[in-house]
């Protein structure tokens, strides 16, 4: 329950639907109380609601819960930030790189809180009014302002705001003047039209939001657009706008928003999985883009991106696609029987010339350009068991079967592994198997012939010591001699053969019992008298 209201909070969250995210998560808080991953969340949520004092108490509850985990200091030092506690801010950035001294966000984190501690830390104008007028953003304002725009031509009133500039007391000097006045105004007020514009831009996602839930993209387009004029500070607009395109088929579009969501983030020191989110947008649009294998590798190395700001699992999912589409596309692009066969055809020269390891090169290359061919498998089983490598022989040749299990060289490749690695049992099996398909093959019927040899070698008792040490040490190994040596019933049966003979003629009337008595037969692990 706690972990379904944590993703639904985190989908708020990616949404930008921050008040809906900290409900979510708030409801998973209830459940798990101790989960120090969910205060980081809604900490997150609240800071980026500009909640601080909130967020500051969340993100306290991180550190509390679990004080080695860097990304709790991450969020201790965003929400002092906010609340322009620059020196603890200073403090838990710090706290977190000793934890993780490579920590990105930490550090970015770090150089920001010291540029505030430093600029609060200089002297301030006693003048009420004296940072209006500081710096080249006065004169940006101004500018911007259509009625203060026209009285810059005017040299009188340049002159003042210069020597108000340099000097803010004197701006008792030209209180009567009131373009000055006029100028204060617009230069005060910029902080509430910011507000006003953010309000506004809010209430244009909420529409495009809309738009989008009904499927009217260019509509959506127009209010996310409208967002971005109104506050560009806000990179949830970008992501959203992205969305659309992705949806429209616009994927150049939505690539370029995304670039401009990741690089806009980064200057405001967005949330990592804000910039996570537009990452995986990104490699969302390469992946539809995507012709051919050599496509699919930008947007993996896009997901990896995603998945170094936030560990998202349905970003990880997304990659695992995109590398198993690649990997298809690159055998169908390498696809060519005609290749091949040459290929095959080489490997069976240097296989006559008993150049084993040559042959295994070229019959490998022949799987690449046809992995459908029982053949070159069946070739290449010959050459492993050859070289003595019978982990591959015995892996190449269940592969030839898998593919044509009416190709009998399949079965007496398996059949001669299992034959060399002593498992007479299982080769006989094989061999049988084989003769289904092919009942007259004389490669099969030979190899029937030498598995029941070494089987009544050891029923004979004809093993010598080492022989039969040897043998029973290779059978316990077996998980199938294991399993029959720990059934009770067959425990019973071996009991019956050394002390009640005629019981023992019983069980061997059921056909089950014979054959697991021949198989601990043919492992050595009993023996006929």
């Not at 819960?65 to 603890?88: C, E, F, I, N, V």
């Not at 593919?403 to 059949?415: I, Q």
Request: charged share 30%; aromatic share 8%; glycine share 4%.
């Amino acid at each position: 329950m706690a972990d379904e209201a944590k993703a639904k909070g985190n989908a708020a969250f990616s949404s930008g639907d921050f008040d809906a995210a900290i409900r979510h998560f708030s409801d998973a808080i209830a459940l798990s109380p101790d989960n120090h991953v969910l205060y980081s969340n809604r900490s997150a949520a609240y800071a980026s609601l500009q909640k601080y004092t909130e967020a500051l108490t969340d993100a306290k509850k991180t550190v509390e819960l679990k004080p080695d985990w860097s990304k709790g200091y991450s969020r201790l030092g965003a929400a002092h930030l906010g609340l322009a506690q620059y020196d603890d801010a200073v403090s838990a950035y710090k706290k977190g790189l000793e934890i993780d001294p490579n920590n990105e966000p930490l550090k970015s984190g770090l150089a920001d809180a010291q540029a505030r501690a430093a600029s609060a830390s200089r002297p301030r104008s006693a003048n009420p009014f004296g940072d209006a007028f500081s710096g080249p953003e006065m004169w940006a304002r101004l500018t911007a302002d259509p009625t203060t725009r026209a009285y810059l031509q005017q040299p009188d009133f340049v002159q003042m705001m210069q020597d108000i500039q340099k000097n803010p007391s004197n701006l008792n000097l030209y209180l009567k003047d009131q373009r000055v006045m006029q100028a204060i105004g617009v230069l005060l007020n910029e902080d509430r039209d910011a507000k006003q514009r953010k309000a506004e831009a809010q209430k244009e996602k909420e529409a495009g939001n809309a738009a989008y839930k009904k499927k009217d993209f260019d509509t959506a387009i127009q209010h996310y657009s409208k967002a971005l004029e109104l506050d560009d500070e806000d990179i949830s607009y970008l992501t959203n706008r992205a969305a659309v395109y992705l949806e429209m088929g616009k994927y150049e579009e939505c690539i370029k928003d995304c670039d401009k969501a990741v690089e806009r983030g980064r200057e405001l020191r967005s949330d990592f999985k804000m910039i996570a989110r537009a990452l995986t947008r990104k490699g969302n649009a390469l992946v539809k883009m995507a012709k051919c294998s050599k496509d699919y590798e930008p947007a993996i190395e896009t997901y990896q991106k995603a998945l170094t700001e936030h560990r998202n699992p349905d970003t990880l999912k997304k990659l695992n696609e995109a590398e198993k589409a690649k990997k298809e596309l690159e055998q169908q692009e390498y696809f060519d029987p005609k290749l091949a066969d040459e290929e095959r055809e080489k490997g069976n020269e240097f296989f006559k010339e008993q150049k084993y390891p040559e042959a295994v090169k070229h019959y490998t290359e022949s799987i690449r350009r046809n992995p459908n061919d029982p053949r070159a498998y069946s070739n290449r089983a010959a050459c492993y068991t050859k070289l003595g490598a019978m982990p591959e022989g015995l892996k190449d040749a269940e592969k030839c079967i898998e593919l044509d299990p009416t190709f009998v060289k399949g079965y007496t490749r398996k059949g001669a592994v299992q034959f060399f690695t002593k498992e007479y049992d299982k080769a006989l099996e094989t061999y049988k198997e084989g003769l289904k398909h092919d009942p007259n093959n004389q490669e099969l019927l030979d190899g029937i012939g030498r598995c029941v040899q070494q089987i009544n070698k050891a029923s004979r008792g004809d093993l010598s010591p080492e022989e039969l040490k040897e043998r029973q040490a290779k059978a316990m190994q077996d998980p199938e001699i294991q399993n029959i040596l720990q059934d009770p019933v067959m425990r019973q049966v071996l009991i019956d053969f050394q002390e009640n003979p005629k019981a023992a003629q019983e069980h061997m009337k059921n056909p089950m019992v014979m054959n697991k008595i021949q198989k601990l037969i043919s492992a050595g692990i009993v023996q006929m008298r």
